[in-house]
Structure formats: structure tokens, C-alpha cells
């Protein structure tokens, strides 16, 4: 069965230092999408990043990275130079053959000076 | 970037009552949308698949009678809560999938329902 684990339910960091927010994916399928999005308190979903199972090099957007370890099924996102408005929920996401999305749980991170 | 649109961002309502929350795809066409709930501080659920012109396909455990999806058009899909209830009170979110597109998937600012 297609699952994403979060095991890190809280997370904090000093401004200004990296973070990093574990990910684990369970899939039988070759071929699959890793996302990772932010929610803020408004409830929005912002997208952050994707990893494509074929991909051969981990995805990087600004401030964010993607630790793509395809035999371990991580999708690690770090976060460099954590900022205040960095504080938010973040949900990893694997999509399969389709458009659908499955959710991890989820991990809050708490950004403080 | 693609916008989505949803509507009302929040709704109160009495129990017995329906309620409907739209879905738009503001500059865009959109084959496919999803529907998701969110309960407090936990993840998002998803709980159909809509397609434009066709059924809509839901998760296990969902009612369909319970949540009417109509997706009429290529930009609008509509989620009915219907006979609402306190337990029906959550945070509802929808996606879109740009047709043609690589699958990248576009939210909406979510909708959030409270039933007295």
C-alpha cells in the first residue's frame, strides 16, 4: 500500500540556521512524484518542491533542497537560513500514475529568534 | 501561476441545512479536482476525485450522498455538504490539475465550515 510517513510530529529552529524535516515513502510503483507543501496558519497549501522518482539529481528551490535517497525512500526537505515566516505546518506528498495527492501527517515548525 | 479559487472561505451554517462550496479554476482548465478535509492540527484527507462531465470517484469511507461533487464545467467543481452536521465541520480544500499538464497540482485557499 502507498504510504508517507512524518515522524516528526514538532520541529524548532533559530532563525538564520538550517532545518531539516524527515520524510519516508512506502511504494511498490517505479514511477512516482514527492512534493512538499507549506501551510500557514491561513490554511492555504503553498508548494514548496518536487522530486520526480526518476529524477536523477535532488531538486532545490531557493532556500529549499529535497534529499532524494530513492534505496532508503526518504524525501528529506531542508530548509537553509530558516526565517520567522518559515514557521508553518509542512506536508510531504507522493502522487502515483495519477493526480492524487496522499498526505503525511505532517510536522510543525516553529521558527524563534 | 495557476489560480484556484474557492468559495465561501468560511460558512456557518445550522444543523439540517445544505452547503454548497465551489471550486474555480480562475486562468486555467482543469479535467480533474480534488477534494480534501482537514480536521484540526492533522492532515489533509482526500475524499474524491472529480471529473468534468463524469461521476465523481470517492475515497473509502466517504458518503457520496452525504457530499454531492458536481464537476459541470472545465473550471468548476462544486462540493455539496448536504443535511450538515456539528461533525461535518471542518476545513475543506480543493485542487485542480491544469489538463495537459504535467501533473502539477494547483490549491485553493480552502473553505471553512462550522455547523451550529
Known amino acids: 500500500a502507498q504510504k508517507i510517513t512524518q515522524t516528526q510530529p514538532g520541529m524548532f529552529v533559530q532563525e538564520k540556521e538550517a532545518v531539516t524535516l524527515d520524510c519516508t515513502y512506502d511504494?511498490?510503483?517505479?514511477?512516482?512524484?514527492l512534493f512538499w507543501y507549506k501551510q500557514p496558519s491561513s490554511g492555504e497549501m503553498i508548494f514548496l518542491i518536487y522530486?520526480?522518482?526518476?529524477?536523477?539529481q535532488n531538486a532545490t528551490e531557493g532556500r529549499y533542497s529535497l534529499n532524494f535517497q530513492k534505496a532508503r525512500k526518504s524525501a528529506n526537505l531542508v530548509i537553509s537560513a530558516s526565517q520567522l515566516g518559515d514557521s508553518a505546518m509542512y506536508f510531504c506528498?507522493?502522487?502515483?500514475?495519477?493526480?492524487?495527492?496522499?498526505f503525511g501527517t505532517g510536522t510543525r515548525l516553529q521558527v524563534f529568534p | 501561476g495557476a489560480v484556484v479559487s474557492q468559495h465561501p472561505s468560511w460558512v456557518i451554517c445550522k444543523s439540517g441545512t445544505s452547503v454548497k462550496i465551489e471550486c474555480r479554476s480562475l486562468d486555467f482548465q482543469a479535467t480533474t479536482m480534488f477534494w480534501y478535509r482537514q480536521f484540526p492540527k492533522q492532515s489533509l484527507m482526500l475524499m474524491a476525485t472529480?471529473?468534468?462531465?463524469?461521476?465523481?470517484?470517492?475515497e473509502q469511507g466517504v458518503e457520496k450522498d452525504k457530499f454531492l461533487i458536481n464537476h459541470a464545467s472545465l473550471t468548476l467543481s462544486t462540493l455539496t455538504v448536504t443535511s450538515a452536521h456539528p461533525e461535518d465541520s471542518s476545513f475543506y480544500i480543493c485542487?485542480?490539475?491544469?489538463?495537459?499538464?504535467?501533473?502539477?497540482?494547483?490549491f485553493g485557499e480552502g473553505s471553512r465550515l462550522t455547523v451550529l
Open positions: 506528498a507522493m502522487s502515483l500514475n495519477t493526480d492524487k495527492l496522499i
Open positions: 522530486q520526480g522518482s526518476y529524477d536523477q
Open positions: 485542487s485542480a490539475a491544469q489538463t495537459g499538464s504535467d501533473g502539477e497540482l494547483f
Open positions: 511504494t511498490s510503483d517505479p514511477s512516482y512524484g
Open positions: 472529480s471529473n468534468e462531465g463524469s461521476k465523481a470517484t470517492y
